[in-house]
């Protein structure tokens, strides 16, 4: 098992570019979180999904960002004319089922460190 | 935000030393997690303790809940420097699937 696999690890973009990161979950786990990881702000949800279908993105930025999962194996996150603001590590994780949620363990990907110039 | 008026904290300890750190959070749970980041890694589930235990441990890692005062606690005996890692509490709600974490602690491990 090779873990939630993310990629690409590094992605520089100039700033109004499109930024596309990609998430790849531990096969078999149901539920696929993303998060948003800075110095100033931490570890921020984002949003997460439950056998694909979109349960909660309270954290999404409104404008810009959106989030995606096409199949069972891979979730996308989309950000739109990026800005400075958007430099961050962006974490995906999964988790293997959504029964006692409040005790779900999360599997982390090692990120995409998105840097916009 | 869920949590007390912690930053980001940061710990420096000798090898061998024990060591404590402190979260402390604000909306109803029934289950603290603990985990820990590695640098260039996210972070990884290291020990979990529910509200009807009021003491956890796995090796050496001892983690401690009072739901009374909302506060949690993570202690490594006899540290090694292979510790060095951020580590985070965070906490579920009830019937909600995602977690929100804490600020963390840097946690440095000199041989």
């Known amino acids: 098992n090779a873990g939630v696999i993310q990629t690409p690890r590094h992605k520089v973009t100039g700033k109004g570019q499109e930024a596309t990161l990609w998430c790849e979950p531990i096969s078999g786990h149901s539920a696929v979180f993303w998060y948003r990881q800075t110095i100033v702000q931490g570890l921020e949800f984002l949003t997460y999904f439950r056998n694909q279908a979109p349960i909660d993105d309270s954290g999404m930025p409104k404008e810009r960002f959106s989030a995606q999962m096409p199949n069972q194996s891979h979730s996308t996150l989309k950000i739109q004319s990026t800005q400075p603001q958007d430099s961050a590590v962006y974490l995906c994780a999964s988790s293997p089922r959504t029964g006692g949620l409040s005790a779900e363990t999360l599997y982390f990907g090692s990120g995409t460190r998105l840097t916009v110039l | 935000s869920q949590w007390g008026e912690e930053n980001l904290q940061a710990l420096s300890i000798q090898e061998g030393e024990d060591v404590t750190m402190n979260c402390s959070y604000k909306?109803?749970?029934?289950?603290v997690h603990w985990y820990r980041q590695d640098s260039g890694r996210g972070p990884a589930l290291i020990i979990l303790?529910?509200?009807?235990?009021r003491e956890k441990r796995s090796g050496r890692l001892r983690a401690t809940l009072d739901t009374s005062s909302q506060s949690s606690s993570l202690s490594i005996t006899a540290a090694q420097c292979e510790d060095t890692a951020v580590y985070f509490c965070a906490t579920g709600g009830t019937n909600t699937g995602k977690l929100t974490f804490g600020d963390g602690t840097v946690l440095t491990v000199k041989p």
């Open positions: 303790i529910r509200s009807n235990e």
């Open positions: 909306t109803y749970t029934t289950v």
